[in-house]
């Protein structure tokens, strides 16, 4: 496994010495953020939905029109 060393100033982030990479080791901040993705996402399915329906319901008031 790499060595990690924490980076000064910051306690959330941390370097590998092994690749170089800094890695943000904060897990309450990786779960917020998967936790506002997800909401993001269920929004946006929400939205799609939504303007499903509302395509639909165009469809149905044209067609009323035309007769």
Known sequence: MSKLV???NDHSL???LDSGAVINTD???????IDMRNK???DDDRIN???DELSEIKE?????LQK
């Not at 897990?27 to 953020?33: E, H, L, V």
């Open 60 to 64: 149905l008031l044209l067609k009323l």
């Open 14 to 16: 941390s370097k590998d």
């Open 6 to 8: 924490k980076i000064e």
């Open 49 to 51: 939905r939504l303007e």
């Open 40 to 42: 993001k996402l269920a």
């Open 27 to 33: 897990k309450a901040a990786y779960q917020s953020y």
